[in-house]
């Protein structure tokens, strides 16, 4: 993941708000407008029983950490891979309503759409000291979001496992082998939240306050490797159920659920991608946590090394994501009949940006960014899966030249004639193509993201020391049955 320094912008605030879902705009293509993801709520008091009547004060004006340490400004232009799996691989596809499975039964809808609380935590304690500075109430505030976020992780890994894992399992919608390429291994990362959760409650004081979480986080958070594979088997996870969705009974047993009270109007995607947005988020928190706690605090230094082994640990798993996402994407592109494959992207190992864009005729092409090469693809139906169809030479990133076209500055043709806007080109030797961006917005990341590719890079240092044996590895290519 490409860390981002702690952003001193604006004060952080305590957040009031609900759980919202994280959609994304790239790697998808089609333009959508940023959606912003909320810092997990200030929730209830450890495990309170989560109640539709808790009502949000009106009177302050509050931002979330997340939002807050993101920065103000224009968007950023880095689209990591682990935003990038957040996004669909496919667009989504839409089924009619079919014959609901045999067998099954949809929650009650009786009471309507839950809601998480969304008390602070100096709303949720009466004996909170009034010898509390400032920085000290606003710190606590922080790590009792902390704590609020892994309570709302349990329950929503367990509603998955609940909700759709064993009935879908007990009704035979899907095989268990099936079951278990989707949800990869999900099941496995509830124990571990729950963990950090417990060690948490058990720093609470009788007042409400955490005297100190660093030696905690600090001996909680290389479990944290346990995301490498999760995240990693994301993008086979996602690709496998786009398809599956399309049969009557799937597709119908996970409108249900979506229409069900339990799943807040979430899709099911949402729910799985649920860990991967927590898992960018603890930079974030801790960082805050460290920025209220003074450098005298006894508690300073070990979250300094806390900070520093959650980037850390992040920025691993990344790259291990992007490395998965960029092989996944290798192996579906389709050459042309006796064209050869493209060295430079069998050699590239991260897929740096893809969406989709237009070409001069008006014709909607797929568009990948690896390390080596620019390649335009159409999509293509291969059986039950989409492929890319490679569309002419691709271009090598080291001959590349960009341009930055104005509004109404370039003569596109078919229906596009008339709305040559949010336009650039592209262009390697003799090969030179105008595309065309879904808007304003979409067109800067794409320049963005191809003058970063073109940058200088400096040279890397290999170290080349024999590390113990023990630590040695063989990580192979996720297995072709993916596909």
């Not at 571990?192 to 409650?201: C, E, F, S």
């Not at 009270?261 to 995607?269: D, P």
């Not at 043709?413 to 105008?434: D, F, I, K, N, Y």
Request: aromatic content about 6%.
């Amino acid at each position: 993941m490409d860390e981002e320094g702690p952003a001193e912008q604006e004060s952080w605030s305590p957040v009031h708000r609900e759980r919202s879902q994280t959609s994304g705009s790239l790697s998808e293509g089609s333009g959508k407008k940023r959606k912003q993801q909320g810092a997990p709520g200030m929730g209830q008091r450890g495990p309170e029983p989560q109640t539709s009547d808790d009502k949000e004060p009106c009177t302050k004006r509050v931002k979330p950490v997340a939002k807050t340490l993101s920065g103000s400004g224009p968007p950023s232009a880095k689209v990591t891979p682990l935003k990038r799996l957040s996004q669909s691989i496919q667009r989504s596809i839409s089924f009619k309503t079919e014959p609901r499975p045999p067998g099954y039964v949809p929650p009650s809808r009786a009471g309507g759409c839950r809601r998480r609380s969304s008390k602070l935590w100096s709303e949720t304690f009466d004996r909170v000291s009034e010898e509390l500075s400032a920085r000290e109430v606003k710190r606590q505030e922080v790590i009792f979001e902390l704590m609020q976020g892994e309570q709302q992780l349990v329950d929503d890994l367990n509603l998955v496992k609940k909700n759709y894992y064993e009935p879908m399992l007990t009704l035979a919608i899907l095989p268990e082998a099936e079951l278990r390429e989707i949800f990869g291994t999900l099941d496995s990362l509830a124990p571990l939240h729950q963990d950090l959760l417990g060690r948490l409650m058990g720093l609470r004081q009788e007042d409400g306050t955490v005297p100190e979480l660093g030696p905690t986080l600090l001996d909680w958070l290389p479990r944290l490797r346990a995301y490498e594979s999760y995240c990693c088997h994301q993008v086979w996870a996602k690709a496998r159920l786009d398809r599956r969705k399309r049969e009557p009974a799937v597709g119908e047993f996970l409108r249900l659920c979506q229409e069900s009270a339990f799943s807040r109007k979430l899709e099911l995607w949402s729910f799985l991608d649920l860990p991967r947005s927590r898992l960018v988020k603890y930079p974030l928190l801790l960082r805050e946590v460290l920025r209220q706690t003074p450098p005298e605090h006894p508690d300073h230094g070990a979250l300094q090394r806390a900070v520093a082994l959650a980037q850390d640990l992040v920025g691993l798993i990344n790259r291990k994501t992007g490395e998965a996402e960029c092989r996944y994407y290798q192996q579906r592109l389709r050459y042309p009949d006796g064209a050869p494959r493209h060295l430079g992207i069998d050699r590239s190992s991260l897929l740096l940006c893809h969406g989709e864009l237009r070409n001069s005729k008006g014709q909607r092409l797929h568009v990948f960014l690896f390390q080596e090469a620019l390649v335009l693809t159409r999509p293509i139906l291969q059986g039950d899966q989409v492929v890319f169809q490679v569309q002419g030479p691709p271009l090598p990133v080291g001959q590349l030249e960009v341009q930055d076209l104005p509004d109404g500055g370039a003569r596109l043709g078919g229906a596009l004639r008339e709305r040559a806007r949010s336009c650039l080109r592209v262009s390697a030797g003799a090969q030179a193509h105008t595309l065309q961006a879904a808007d304003a917005f979409d067109k800067q990341q794409w320049l963005s993201r191809l003058r970063q590719a073109l940058a200088p890079r400096p040279p890397v240092e290999l170290d080349c020391s024999l590390g113990p044996l023990a630590a040695l590895r063989l990580d192979c290519d996720p297995p072709m049955d993916h596909t």
